[in-house]
C-alpha cells in the first residue's frame, strides 16, 4: 500500500523550531519529487516546499525561505521539513504529499504544529 | 505569483442534484490545473489532473473541463459521499503552486 506518516508535530514557543519528518513506503520514493503541503485551523491549503529526486533542487514559498529547510534521505524513504523562527502564523497542519508533475497525488494524514507562548 | 478564484464559496445541494464550481486563474495556466477533494479532519485527495483527466480511482461522475484562465469541476449527480470541500490547484508557475480558496459543499 502506498502510503505517508508524518511525525514530530508539537507545541513550540514564537522563535522555536521543530523537525518534521515523513516515512514512504509502498513506491520508489527516490523517483519522486515530495513537498511539504500546510493547512492553517479552518484555511485553505497552501504550498510550502518541495524537493527534487536526488536533492539537488528545492524550492519554498517566500514567507518561509530563511526559516525552513526541506531534505531528503532516500535511503531511509524519508522527508523531512527543518522549521526554525516559528511564528504564529506557521500554526497549521502539514502534509507531506508525493508531487509527480506538478500535482499532489499522494498525501499523509498531516501533523499539527502549534505556535504558541 | 498566480492567483486562484473559486467560486462560490459555498454550495449547497441535494443528493441527485448537479453541481458546478468554478475556478479562474489570474493568468493564463493552459491546461495545469488539478482538483482536490478534502473532507473534515482528514487529507486532500486528487480527482482530477490536467484540467479534464481522472485520477485513477475517482468516479466517473466527477469531471473536469476548461483551459487558459477559467474552469470548471462538475459533479454530474451529487452523492452523500461528495459533501467536502473542493480546491483547484495551477502547475503552470515552476517554482511556486498554488490553490484556490476551497468551495464547500453542504447538504440542503
Known amino acids: 500500500e502506498v502510503q505517508l506518516v508524518e511525525s514530530g508535530g508539537g507545541l513550540v514557543q514564537p522563535g522555536g523550531s521543530l523537525r518534521l519528518s515523513c516515512a514512504a513506503s509502498?513506491?520508489?520514493?527516490?523517483?519522486?519529487?515530495m513537498s511539504w503541503v500546510r493547512q492553517a485551523p479552518g484555511k485553505g491549503l497552501e504550498w510550502v516546499a518541495n524537493i527534487k529526486q536526488d536533492g539537488s533542487e528545492k524550492y519554498y514559498v517566500d514567507s518561509v525561505k530563511g526559516r525552513f529547510t526541506i531534505s531528503r534521505d532516500n535511503a531511509k524513504n524519508s522527508l523531512y521539513l527543518q522549521m526554525n523562527s516559528l511564528r504564529a502564523e506557521d500554526t497549521a497542519v502539514y502534509y507531506c504529499a508525493r508531487h509527480p508533475e506538478g500535482t499532489f497525488d499522494i498525501w499523509g494524514q498531516g501533523t499539527m504544529v502549534t505556535v504558541s507562548s | 505569483d498566480i492567483q486562484m478564484t473559486q467560486s462560490p464559496s459555498s454550495v449547497s445541494a441535494s443528493v441527485g442534484d448537479r453541481v458546478t464550481i468554478t475556478c479562474r486563474a489570474s493568468q493564463g495556466i493552459s491546461s495545469w490545473l488539478a482538483w482536490y477533494q478534502q473532507k473534515p479532519g482528514k487529507a486532500p485527495k486528487l480527482l482530477i489532473y490536467a484540467a479534464s483527466s481522472l485520477q485513477s480511482g475517482v468516479p466517473s461522475r466527477f469531471s473536469g473541463s476548461g483551459s487558459g484562465t477559467d474552469f470548471t469541476l462538475t459533479i454530474s449527480s451529487l452523492q452523500p459521499d461528495d459533501f467536502a470541500t473542493y480546491y483547484c490547484q495551477q502547475y503552470n508557475s515552476y517554482f511556486t503552486w498554488t490553490f484556490g480558496q476551497g468551495t464547500k459543499v453542504e447538504i440542503k
Open positions: 509502498g513506491f520508489t520514493f527516490s523517483s519522486y519529487w
